[in-house]
């Protein structure tokens, strides 16, 4: 097997007394694009930061392409770990043209080679060269600085939160274009994000992050299917999160008895239903009253109250289904359900 790309072990970073990175373990496999994901001051930047250089780790290791660049044996310098970043406004140089942007890093042979005009079609910009910055869109800056990072064949490169400021339907498109970039380039990434779905869309794996470490890494269905924790649960996606009794492959909650996927341990248990799972119809068993429904194009969001006064979204897909408030629906579950110890 060969080895990652990129390894960190117990990386801890602080600023004063604020501890940022509480001893972070983290792999991505050669030709994998990891996504960081986590809330707002979970040290998402920071992990980005020690990785290529731009901070100094307190504890740990850090290692790009099997080479120690960060940890007690000392700290090489940004420019020397091949390891480019893409930061979040793009940063290009305005006085430069499209072509001299991304030919900033590349020696001569390499300028002359062709790999500007290879690296401009990849992110599909092929006869942009001779614009300048302020002739392009956000969303084109944006490709032009992946460009540049992609231009000397970095073994790694880092994306921080890269789309954040474009507007939604810009983001999907170029999402899903960086994506096929970094793969036809043969580049490993790591991107930080705060936007779940992001993570999960272009992920190969998500590690979540809460208060400086990473609580789940794994493949972004695995994340979404079957979260480590309440917590993650409900930061990956929409989560109905309900109080239940385990006994044995069973899970006792207030809509009935449901399978339980994994290992739950008995007694006292919070179970996660995901809103698509939810089936809400008009016949059936009366068990809910419908609070409010809310409609979003691609599907809707309907909210029920169970006779216990528990509340649950329901995630509805077919037109057919509009439930004005107070009509009364029997619910199902649909699948096996996961269970955490304890109580919600
Ligand atoms: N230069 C700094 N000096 C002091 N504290 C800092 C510094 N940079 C970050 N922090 C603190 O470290 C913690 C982690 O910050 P970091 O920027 O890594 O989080 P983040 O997950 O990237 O957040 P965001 O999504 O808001 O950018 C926060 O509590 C933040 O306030």
Redesign the pocket.
């Known amino acids: 097997m060969t080895a990652p790309m990129l390894t960190l072990t117990g990386v801890a970073k602080g600023?004063?007394p604020?501890p940022?990175l509480a001893g972070v373990d983290l792999e991505v496999a050669r030709g994998d694009l990891l996504a960081v994901l986590?809330?707002?001051?979970?040290?998402?930047?920071?992990?980005l930061?020690c990785v290529a250089g731009f901070e100094r780790v307190d504890a740990g290791t850090v290692e790009v392409a099997g080479r120690a660049v960060a940890g007690a044996g000392g700290h090489v310098p940004p420019h020397r770990r091949r390891v480019a970043v893409v930061p979040q406004d793009g940063a290009l140089f305005p006085h430069l043209s499209v072509a001299d942007n991304v030919g900033y890093g590349l020696d001569r042979a390499q300028r002359r080679g062709g790999r500007i005009a290879q690296v401009l079609e990849l992110v599909g910009l092929g006869g942009y060269d001779r614009r300048m910055p302020h002739q392009l869109s956000g969303g084109q800056q944006q490709r032009v600085a992946v460009a540049r990072a992609l231009a000397p064949r970095p073994p790694l490169v880092l994306l921080d939160?890269p789309f954040s400021a474009l507007d939604a339907q810009l983001r999907t498109g170029l999402r899903a274009d960086v994506r096929a970039a970094l793969r036809a380039d043969g580049a490993t990434g790591v991107l930080?994000t705060?936007d779940q779905g992001e993570a999960l869309s272009m992920a190969d794996a998500v590690a979540v992050?809460n208060g400086?470490r990473i609580v789940q890494c794994a493949a972004p269905a695995e994340v979404y299917r079957d979260p480590a924790d309440p917590w993650v649960a409900r930061f990956v996606g929409d989560a109905v999160l309900l109080p239940a009794t385990a006994d044995a492959d069973v899970a006792v909650t207030p809509l009935g008895r449901l399978p339980l996927r994994g290992p739950s341990g008995a007694g006292a248990v919070t179970v996660l239903i995901r809103p698509e799972q939810l089936r809400l119809e008009r016949a059936g068993d009366c068990a809910a009253t419908v609070v409010r429904q809310t409609y979003h194009g691609h599907d809707a969001l309907t909210t029920v109250r169970l006779a216990d006064g528990t509340l649950l979204t329901a995630r509805t897909l077919d037109e057919g289904t509009a439930l004005p408030a107070g009509a009364r629906v029997g619910v199902t579950v649909r699948g096996a359900v996961r269970a955490y110890p304890g109580s919600a």
């Open positions: 600023y004063g604020v940022a986590g809330p707002s001051g979970c040290g998402k930047t920071t992990l930061r939160e930080v705060h992050m400086g």
